[in-house]
């Protein structure tokens, strides 16, 4: 696992331009939330898109053990994008179904990806159970209204977004870091 860091550290600026659509999705919808619900169909399909884009890519390239949930992640992104991109105003109430599904899905999938994982478990079961946690409350409570859909998803997004500037940033750090050769020592 080690030895595929610098390989995903070599891409770290996606993570940082994933974390900043995420974060221009969360604020907008915050600051605007009347005027952002067509637009926030439109941007969580965009979103989306990305996200399938990414997941689908490491379920080729990535880790054996893990491509089968990247693969089924991606595909659940992909169709939910571009629900939300074909119909942003005419079905507001299948954007919130769809947004809802997707984030119970993802977040499952991040928790058993993050209970499979060394190191900082706690980060994905944490990220995963907030997903998980407002797709369930967007799904059982559909009449709260679009408005307050829209700040469930702004909260999500803010969050989502803080966390990739953050991992895309310390992979930066790392991708400067190239593994250094094993040093052979003779006995005397």
């Given at each position: 696992m080690i030895s595929e860091v610098p390989?995903?550290?070599?891409?770290?600026?996606l993570f940082v331009v994933l974390g900043v659509i995420c974060l221009a999705t969360g604020i907008a919808t915050i600051v605007w939330p009347d005027l952002t619900l067509l637009a926030l169909?439109?941007?969580?399909?965009?979103?989306?898109?990305?996200?399938?884009?990414m997941e689908i890519l490491d379920a080729i390239t990535g880790d054996a053990t893990s491509r089968a949930l990247s693969a089924i992640i991606g595909v659940i992104?992909?169709?939910?994008?571009?629900?939300?991109?074909?119909?942003?105003?005419?079905?507001?109430?299948?954007?919130?179904?769809?947004?809802?599904?997707?984030?119970i899905a993802e977040g499952?999938?991040?928790?058993?990806?993050?209970?499979?994982?060394d190191g900082r478990r706690w980060w994905g079961i944490a990220l995963g159970g907030l997903d998980v946690i407002v797709g369930i409350m967007i799904m059982?409570?559909?009449?709260?209204?679009?408005v307050t859909l829209a700040v469930f998803f702004a909260l999500t997004m803010i969050f989502r977004g803080i966390f990739a500037i953050v991992a895309g940033?310390?992979?930066?750090?790392?991708?400067?870091?190239?593994?250094?050769?094993?040093?052979?020592?003779?006995f005397a």
């Open positions: 390989s995903i550290a070599k891409n770290w600026w169909g439109l941007l969580a399909g965009i979103y989306l898109l990305i996200t399938a884009f992104a992909l169709i939910a994008g571009v629900v939300c991109i074909r119909r942003p105003g005419e079905s507001l109430l299948a954007i919130v179904i769809v947004l809802g599904v997707y984030l499952v999938i991040r928790i058993i990806l993050a209970l499979g994982s059982a409570w559909p009449e709260i209204g679009l940033l310390k992979l930066r750090g790392l991708s400067k870091i190239e593994e250094a050769p094993a040093e052979h020592t003779a």
